[in-house]
């Protein structure tokens, strides 16, 4: 009888085991399944995350480098386009003049340099330091040479007024007055010179710098 019972017990337990392994282990197994198939999803999503942002990156940086070009070629048209007539206009008349003579010019007044003002903030965005500086320097320095010779060109136009009117009224030009003025206007001649002669340095080697930068973002 006891063996009987120890018999059944066994029978009882291997059943319940048997039971227990068909119900766990397809529960572990689907358990184990979805672990790894998560973490594959995830480490896909990742790594798709990674690439995308890899992409938009490079993307980013392409935009930004043609950005530039695109800067530094307006800048670089205008200024060219600029400083050759000022040359052909202004200093070429510069040179002509003999000297203890001035120059007879006129000179309106204009806006100067649309395109750098209207794209100050892309000079910020310019990595190379002594670029920027450059670029500041020889802007400033054209506007001011420009400005200098609008303000000869109006005290030419009273010195020239007034020696017309004393010329008409038979008055004497050779007051120490007229010879004062006169005198100003050959030295003021002789500094718009001077300072054209910098400038055109200057610009040449901003002109040569802006080439160089777009020919290596090409």
Sequence with gaps: MEAYLIAQATEAADYSCGAIQAVIVPLLAALLGAYVGGWMAGRAAKGAVKEDYKLRAEREEKQAREEL????????????????????????????????????????????????????????????????????????????????????????????????????????????SFKARHKYLVESTAGIDQDSSRLDKLVKDLLAALEREIESLT
């Excluded at 200093?91 to 003999?98: D, F, G, R, Y």
């Excluded at 003002?117 to 670029?131: D, E, I, Y």
Aim: proline share 3%; glycine share 2%.
């Design 69 to 176: 070009r695109a800067y530094y070629q307006s800048i670089h048209t205008e200024m060219k386009c600029f400083w050759e007539q000022y040359k052909h206009t202004y200093w070429a008349a510069i040179k002509k003049v003999k000297t203890n003579d001035y120059l007879r010019v006129d000179v309106p007044e204009r806006q100067l340099f649309t395109v750098y003002k209207t794209t100050a903030c892309m000079l910020g965005k310019v990595p190379n330091s002594n670029l920027r500086k450059q670029i500041l320097e020889v802007y400033d320095t054209c506007e001011a040479v420009y400005v200098s010779l609008v303000a000869y060109s109006e005290d030419l136009r009273d010195f020239l007024r007034e020696v017309h009117v004393a010329d008409r009224a038979g008055q004497d030009v050779e007051t120490p």
